[in-house]
């Protein structure tokens, strides 16, 4: 924690009655402080997003603040096996494009609780990765549910063997779904194309609307107006 000799506060005159008494050079000085601590309050809260932020509800000052910060995220090893364990049942696979993500934050967790000498057991971690990664592989996490994780027993115990398999094999999955959808993509044709084999298509064998003779009154006449038999006598008689 920081000491509160390297971050002096003068008397505080956040009341009125502490600012009425005090005279003009406790004010500057209180003013001073206040601009400081307001700044490096300020810089904190912008550096830090999401669970950070429940360890510093209710502090008013930059030294509180860090300081719970400090007790938190570097105190005891049993607040840091906490946070991870925290982590790693809330780790979730967002998407293909993300799987590699998934896996090497799932191996961090992994490797941080090791070191804290507090691994997490093989049979948790193999039903951790295949709840993970269900989102986006709902088929490969239900073969894996039935297929792995209902075989396990004492004859059958769970190893780290079997989860480095499920990595190796989500990768696979992974590979496979990544290459189905630009198959996918490479097979459509393109808006224009489409829009033209669509139009194709439904124009044939339909014969095109004529338009109305004003000579013989046809209103779908298919004929030229200077061919019409009601005012050409030569096509008449022909």
């Known amino acids: 924690m920081i000491p509160s000799k390297r971050y002096p506060k003068p008397n505080d005159l956040s009341t009125d009655e502490a600012w009425e008494e005090a005279d003009k050079a406790a004010r500057q000085e209180w003013e001073n402080w206040e601009a400081m601590d307001t700044k490096a309050l300020m810089a904190i809260r912008n550096n830090i997003q999401g669970r950070p932020t429940e360890a510093i509800q209710g502090k008013t000052t930059a030294l509180d603040t860090w300081n719970a910060l400090q007790v938190t995220y570097e105190g005891k090893g049993g ?78 115990p769970a190893t780290r063997a079997i989860l480095d398999s499920l990595i190796e094999d989500l990768l696979d999955a992974s590979k496979a779904k990544k290459a189905n959808s630009n198959d996918s993509n490479n097979s459509k044709p393109a808006g224009g194309a489409l829009a033209a084999a669509h139009n194709k298509g439904g124009n044939k064998g339909k014969k095109s609307k004529g338009s109305k003779c004003n000579n013989c009154g046809d209103p779908n006449a298919y004929h030229k107006p200077d061919d019409c038999f009601a005012t050409n006598v030569e096509k008449r008689q022909a």
């Not at 948790?124 to 709902?138: E, H, M, N, Q, T």
């Open 79 to 156: 607040m840091l096996i906490y946070h991870a364990i925290s982590d790693i049942q809330r780790l979730q696979c967002e998407s293909a494009a993300k799987t590699d993500d998934y896996i090497n934050t799932f191996r961090k967790l992994l490797s941080q609780l090791s070191d804290l000498k507090a691994p997490l057991p093989d049979i948790y971690a193999i039903i951790l990765f295949v709840i993970g990664a269900k989102k986006v592989y709902p088929t490969w996490a239900e073969r894996h549910r039935a297929d792995t994780i209902n075989k396990i027993d004492d004859n059958y």
